[in-house]
C-alpha cells in the first residue's frame, strides 16, 4: 500500500516538475538575485580584502596610517581581474566623484614600480590626502548594507550612523514613488468609473449583444502592450486623429495637450487596463439577482436610489477586487508613460531601468524593485482576500 501511494505521490511530482522548474528560473532566482543586489556590496572587499583589514579601525579622520596605505598598494598591484576591479571603481566612483580618474592615475603606477613598498600614494596623486576618498573607502568595505535600501526611500546614515533624510537635492525617489502611486490611483478611478456602467450594460443584456460588448473589452488583450500604447501615440499627438476631429468639427482652433504629459498618460493606461476592472465587477453582478432592482423600484425608489441602495453595494466586491487588480498593474508600468508622458511623469519602472541598464548600479535598482515587490505583494494579498470572498451576501 504504502509503495503504491509513494508510486503516485512521484508520479504527480513529475507531472508538476516543469511548474516548479518553471517557477524557480524565472520567479524564485530572479527574485532572489533582486534580493541580494539591494543588501549585498562585496565589490569592494572583494578586490581590497587587505585594505578592507586595515581600515577597519581608522576613526575617519584624516587620513588613515601608513599601513593603511601599503595594504592599498598590495591589493592594487595584485589585481587581476579586470571586470571584478571594474565593479569596485564603479561602486568608489559611485560613492565620492573622481575616485574613478583618482584609480585610474594610481593603478598603473603601482603595478609598473619595482618595488611596491616604495610606492607612496600621496606622490603619486594628492588627492589621496583628501579624507573624503578614504572615507568612500571605509564605507564600501562591509559586505553587507542597508545603503541602497536607504537610499530607495532618500535616506542615508551620517557620519555617526544615524539614519537620516537625504537632501532636497540629493535625490527624488519618494517624490517618484508618490507620482507613481499618483497616477495608478488615477488610472483606478478612471477605470472604475468607465468599467462600472459597462459591465452593468453587459450584464443587462443577452445573446450576441452581450458576446460583442465582452469581445470589445477582451479583445485588447491579445494586442500587444507596445502596439496600444504606440496606436495612441498616434491618436493623441497634435496632428492625431483626436485633435484633428475636434478641430474640423469646430470645438477647439488649436490642438489641444493630449501627449506627453499626465493627461496621456493616464488615458492610455485607462484603455490598457480597462479589462481588468470591467470584468470583475462583470462577474459579481451576473451574480446579483435580477428582481432586486424591480423589488426596490416597487417599493418605491427611483432608478438612481435603487442603484444607490442596491446595485452599487452589491458590486462592491467586484469593484474593489477591479480596483487593486489595476493599482497593481500600473504601478508597474513603465513603456506607456516612458511614451506618452513627460519628464514629470515618468514611474518609478523607469527609475529602475535607468539605475539597471543606463549607471548599472544594480544595489540600488533591486532595492527599489524590493519596494514595489513589497506594495504590489501587499495589494495581492487584499486582492485575494476579496476574490474569495462572498461575493453577494446571503447568497
Same mark, same amino acid.
Given at each position: 500500500?504504502?509503495?503504491?501511494?509513494?508510486?503516485?505521490? =512521484?508520479?504527480?511530482?513529475?507531472?508538476?516538475?516543469? &511548474?516548479?522548474?518553471?517557477?524557480?528560473?524565472?520567479?524564485?532566482?530572479?527574485?532572489?538575485?533582486?534580493?541580494?543586489?539591494?543588501?549585498?556590496?562585496? +565589490?569592494?572587499?572583494?578586490?581590497?580584502?587587505?585594505?578592507?583589514?586595515?581600515?577597519?579601525?581608522?576613526?575617519?579622520?584624516?587620513?588613515?596610517?601608513?599601513?593603511?596605505?601599503?595594504?592599498?598598494?598590495?591589493?592594487?598591484?595584485?589585481?587581476?581581474?579586470?571586470?571584478?576591479?571594474?565593479?569596485?571603481?564603479?561602486?568608489?566612483?559611485?560613492?565620492?566623484?573622481?575616485?574613478?580618474?583618482?584609480?585610474?592615475?594610481?593603478?598603473?603606477?603601482?603595478?609598473?614600480?619595482?618595488?611596491?613598498?616604495?610606492?607612496?600614494?600621496?606622490?603619486?596623486?594628492?588627492?589621496?590626502?583628501?579624507?573624503?576618498?578614504?572615507?568612500?573607502?571605509?564605507?564600501?568595505?562591509?559586505?553587507?548594507?542597508?545603503?541602497?535600501?536607504?537610499?530607495?526611500?532618500?535616506?542615508?546614515?551620517?557620519? =555617526?550612523?544615524?539614519?537620516?533624510?537625504?537632501?532636497?537635492?540629493?535625490? +527624488?525617489h519618494r517624490l517618484i514613488m508618490l507620482r507613481t502611486l499618483l497616477v495608478a490611483a488615477m488610472v483606478t478611478i478612471a477605470c472604475a468609473v468607465i468599467g462600472l456602467p459597462y459591465a452593468m450594460? +453587459?450584464?443587462?443584456?443577452?445573446?450576441?449583444?452581450?458576446?460583442?460588448?465582452?469581445?470589445?473589452?477582451?479583445?485588447?488583450?491579445?494586442? =500587444?502592450?507596445?502596439?496600444?500604447?504606440?496606436?495612441?501615440?498616434?491618436?493623441?499627438? *497634435?496632428?492625431?486623429?483626436? *485633435?484633428?476631429?475636434?478641430?474640423?468639427?469646430?470645438?477647439? *482652433?488649436?490642438?489641444?495637450?493630449?501627449?506627453?504629459?499626465?493627461?496621456?498618460?493616464?488615458?492610455?493606461?485607462?484603455?490598457?487596463?480597462?479589462?481588468?476592472?470591467?470584468?470583475?465587477?462583470?462577474?459579481?453582478?451576473?451574480?446579483?439577482?435580477? *428582481?432586486?432592482?424591480?423589488?426596490?423600484?416597487?417599493?418605491?425608489?427611483?432608478?438612481?436610489?435603487?442603484?444607490?441602495? &442596491?446595485?452599487?453595494?452589491?458590486?462592491?466586491?467586484?469593484?474593489?477586487?477591479?480596483?487593486?487588480?489595476?493599482?497593481?498593474?500600473?504601478?508597474?508600468?513603465y513603456i506607456t508613460p516612458a511614451l506618452l508622458g513627460g519628464a514629470n511623469d515618468q514611474m518609478i519602472s523607469s527609475v529602475i531601468a535607468f539605475y539597471a541598464t543606463g549607471t548599472a548600479n544594480?544595489?540600488?535598482?533591486?532595492?527599489?524593485?524590493?519596494?514595489?515587490?513589497?506594495?504590489?505583494?501587499?495589494?495581492?494579498?487584499?486582492?485575494?482576500?476579496?476574490?474569495?470572498?462572498?461575493?453577494v451576501p446571503g447568497a
Amino acid at each position: 500500500m504504502k509503495a503504491a501511494i509513494l508510486r503516485e505521490r =512521484s508520479g504527480a511530482l513529475l507531472l508538476v516538475s516543469p &511548474v516548479l522548474v518553471f517557477m524557480a528560473v524565472f520567479f524564485l532566482w530572479p527574485l532572489w538575485a533582486m534580493v541580494t543586489a539591494a543588501f549585498v556590496d562585496d +565589490a569592494v572587499s572583494k578586490v581590497l580584502p587587505r585594505t578592507a583589514a586595515s581600515i577597519v579601525s581608522w576613526d575617519g579622520q584624516g587620513i588613515p596610517s601608513e599601513a593603511a596605505h601599503k595594504a592599498l598598494v598590495q591589493d592594487l598591484r595584485v589585481a587581476t581581474d579586470e571586470q571584478a576591479l571594474g565593479e569596485a571603481v564603479r561602486r568608489l566612483n559611485s560613492a565620492a566623484s573622481g575616485f574613478r580618474t583618482l584609480l585610474g592615475r594610481t593603478i598603473p603606477a603601482v603595478k609598473a614600480a619595482s618595488d611596491p613598498a616604495q610606492v607612496d600614494l600621496l606622490t603619486v596623486d594628492p588627492r589621496w590626502k583628501d579624507t573624503r576618498f578614504w572615507v568612500a573607502l571605509k564605507e564600501a568595505m562591509p559586505p553587507y548594507t542597508d545603503r541602497n535600501i536607504l537610499a530607495a526611500v532618500d535616506m542615508k546614515r551620517d557620519g =555617526s550612523g544615524s539614519i537620516v533624510l537625504e537632501g532636497a537635492d540629493a535625490s +527624488a525617489h519618494r517624490l517618484i514613488m508618490l507620482r507613481t502611486l499618483l497616477v495608478a490611483a488615477m488610472v483606478t478611478i478612471a477605470c472604475a468609473v468607465i468599467g462600472l456602467p459597462y459591465a452593468m450594460l +453587459a450584464a443587462s443584456l443577452t445573446g450576441w449583444k452581450r458576446s460583442v460588448l465582452l469581445l470589445a473589452v477582451v479583445l485588447p488583450l491579445w494586442t =500587444s502592450l507596445l502596439v496600444r500604447t504606440a496606436a495612441w501615440f498616434i491618436l493623441l499627438q *497634435n496632428e492625431g486623429l483626436i *485633435n484633428g476631429a475636434l478641430q474640423a468639427i469646430g470645438l477647439i *482652433n488649436s490642438p489641444l495637450p493630449l501627449i506627453f504629459n499626465r493627461l496621456g498618460v493616464v488615458i492610455a493606461m485607462t484603455h490598457v487596463l480597462l479589462p481588468f476592472m470591467v470584468l470583475p465587477i462583470y462577474s459579481v453582478i451576473l451574480g446579483i439577482p435580477g *428582481n432586486l432592482m424591480s423589488a426596490a423600484q416597487s417599493m418605491g425608489a427611483g432608478p438612481v436610489r435603487a442603484f444607490w441602495r &442596491v446595485l452599487l453595494p452589491l458590486s462592491l466586491p467586484g469593484i474593489l477586487s477591479g480596483s487593486l487588480l489595476v493599482f497593481m498593474v500600473a504601478i508597474g508600468y513603465y513603456i506607456t508613460p516612458a511614451l506618452l508622458g513627460g519628464a514629470n511623469d515618468q514611474m518609478i519602472s523607469s527609475v529602475i531601468a535607468f539605475y539597471a541598464t543606463g549607471t548599472a548600479n544594480w544595489g540600488l535598482a533591486g532595492a527599489l524593485g524590493l519596494i514595489l515587490l513589497v506594495v504590489t505583494t501587499v495589494l495581492y494579498t487584499i486582492y485575494g482576500r476579496f476574490s474569495t470572498s462572498p461575493q453577494v451576501p446571503g447568497a
